[in-house]
């Protein structure tokens, strides 16, 4: 017989999840008594209630940072004790404890599970003993848990008295897939989610396009999976199943190597380097983060920015994707901060394109609801409806359909700048850079939003009145941006201060939800340019970082950013 333990126990406070989830430092998490503990049981409190009687299944999986092998024993000796009375319990461990947030989203889906899922991650931040660990509960519908149901476990994180756990239950050995325990209406299962994805993916891309393109000798594509959980995808799906050619990172490492899991030009050097060597003869590059929900693009000489990337996509997807082939483009959408790309996009399509506060979570209802097909973020995030989460390797099979489909149809080598140029030269151009001030004394950062967020309470005030003048800039409008959900009509407040002006530029500026320590204030920047004879070269060559720079200024001015930040220049520009 396995005893269960109720032991007493005490709030901590800051157990908030963020953007995405709860992430904190290692060291606070291991020196704090029951940090875990706490944490686990609040979200087990709250969604153990919405399933009172009847048979339930949870999946267990992250990104195989440092701490998850041990937290999965400790989450899984929780759940044998807080199940209920006649109440099966099944577990679904990813074989390894490794399992990408996607793939995690997919088997949710796939398997039906009736309590959603918990992925072991602190995503693009980096990890090991002196870093971060986190953990994100995702629903029963395969997304990340909306905000009712975070405050909820945030309320009970704060009440928490006791917790229950089995700390007798014998250790789950999650290396082999099969069943692994069983006993006392509770059972674990080892599943290979590389098949359940790879399952899915079979289902949305014509893999024989992709394999045609990647054997050809013109065609050379390379992935970095930066030491995270697309490792083993990486192997089994891009490498073996479609035949690509060379893996960068493809191991997984509790520390990641030591570096930052974040695919963007700063932290995957290696990549980069081999797409801007002028002797290289690379074709594509995509990178993914730790969890493997973010990814990176890249073309010879050529960076695509994730607005791009999702409007090239939605432009071609039901030419060259057999899923939108057949399903269509319902409708698109981006968060707030990102470029418009899309929109224009979507006009073309006539669909519409909604804007949503920054977070994943904010797409779930519109994908359940029939609404929305594709849709992005800035920050490296893209996906669709066919799970509930971003998925970088989607991004990557999305890129390598439509370069196959134009490889095929004009029977020609195209490049991936030819086809972002192509678009432009439809489109226009959005020029856009964010400037992200990491790790700033968060007083300061708050400080900084507090006066503007009350100069556009009074209608703009002495900075932001409509027609005031800043260099060759005049304020159109600024305001807060709210958001009302189209479905359940819940409105989530103070997402981010916009300021337009009249040419039609703007800035954003936003506190980062995802950091674990100090505040992170982060200032998006966006130029767009329409298409036009005079405008082609400018719109063709023109470089982002440069074309932003009197808007930087601007903000600068209005912003007092260097003060309230204490910084002379951000620490990552993307
Ligand atoms: C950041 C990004 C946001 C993204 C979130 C989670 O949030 O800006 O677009 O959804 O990370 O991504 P914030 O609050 O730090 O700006 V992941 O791959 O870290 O789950
Ligand atoms: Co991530």
């Known amino acids: 017989m396995v005893s269960i333990q109720t032991v007493a126990t005490k709030p901590i406070p800051d157990q908030k999840m963020g953007t995405s989830g709860l992430r904190k430092r290692v060291k606070l998490i291991e020196s704090t008594p029951n940090y875990l503990e706490n944490f686990v049981q609040s979200i087990l409190n709250v969604v153990l209630d919405t399933q009172q009687s009847g048979d339930v299944s949870i999946v267990l999986g992250g990104d195989g940072r440092y701490f998850n092998k041990q937290a999965i024993q400790v989450i899984v000796q929780m759940l044998f004790a807080n199940r209920r009375e006649k109440q099966n319990i099944k577990v679904l461990i990813a074989e390894n404890g490794v399992m990408s ?42 997304g990340p848990a909306n905000e009712t149901t975070t405050d909820k476990i945030y309320q009970e994180t704060l009440k928490i008295s006791e917790y229950k756990i089995a700390r007798d239950l014998p250790s789950i050995d999650f290396a082999k897939v099969g069943p692994a325990y069983s006993q006392d209406h509770f059972s674990v299962e080892i599943i290979d989610s590389v098949k359940d994805y790879l399952e899915l993916l079979k289902t949305i891309f014509d893999f024989d396009a992709i394999k045609k393109l990647l054997s050809r000798k013109d065609f050379n594509f390379t992935f970095d999976a930066m030491h995270g959980a697309t490792g083993i995808y990486s192997e089994k799906i891009l490498k073996a199943e479609l035949g690509a050619g060379q893996l960068l990172r493809s191991d997984n490492l509790p520390d990641f190597g030591g570096a930052h899991p974040d695919p963007n030009l700063t932290y995957a050097p290696e990549l980069v380097e081999l797409m801007f060597d002028k002797q290289g003869n690379v074709d594509l590059g995509a990178a993914s983060d730790g969890d493997g929900d973010r990814n990176m693009i890249i073309g010879k000489d050529f960076f695509v920015t994730p607005s791009d990337s999702v409007a090239v996509i939605a432009d071609y997807a039901q030419k060259c994707i057999p899923y939108f082939k057949k399903s269509g483009i319902k409708g698109l959408a981006r968060s707030m901060p990102t470029s418009t790309a899309i929109d224009r996009v979507a006009q073309d399509l006539n669909v519409k394109c909604y804007e949503t506060p920054t977070g994943w979570k ?25 799970i509930r989460e971003k998925d970088g390797l989607w991004a990557v099979l999305s890129w390598l359909s439509i370069l196959a489909y134009e490889f095929e149809s004009t029977g020609d080598k195209v490049t991936v700048a030819s086809i972002v140029k ?16 990491e790790n700033v004394d968060g007083q300061g950062a708050n400080d900084l939003v507090q006066r503007i967020s009350e100069q556009i309470q009074q209608g703009g005030g002495d900075l932001l009145k409509a027609g005031t003048q ?26 981010g201060l916009i300021v337009k002006f009249t040419d039609g530029s703007r800035f954003v500026i936003r506190l980062s939800g995802t950091g674990s320590s100090g505040a992170t204030v982060r200032l998006y920047m966006e130029k767009y340019i329409p298409y036009t004879q005079d405008q082609h070269d400018l719109i063709m060559s023109g470089d982002s970082k440069e074309l ?6 601007v903000a600068q001015n209005i912003t007092k950013l260097n003060h309230y930040t204490q910084r002379e220049s951000p620490t990552v520009i993307t």
């Open 548 to 553: 932003v720079k009197p808007l930087f200024k």
């Open 362 to 386: 904010f797409f779930g209802n519109l994908f359940d609801d029939g609404k929305l097909s594709i849709c992005g973020e800035e920050s490296f995030g893209t996906g669709s409806d066919h």
């Open 422 to 437: 192509q678009h432009w030269k439809k489109f226009g151009r959005s020029f856009y850079v964010r400037y992200d001030y």
């Open 101 to 142: 947030t996607p793939a995690v989203s997919a088997v949710i889906r796939k398997y039906k599970t009736e309590l959603g899922g918990l992925i072991l991650t602190a995503s693009h931040n980096p990890g090991g003993p002196e870093n971060d660990w986190g953990i994100k509960y995702n629903a029963p519908n395969g």
């Open 470 to 495: 800043y260099d060759d800039y005049k304020v159109e409008s600024s305001e807060e941006f709210e958001y009302e959900d189209p479905v359940d009509k819940s409105v989530t407040k103070k997402q």
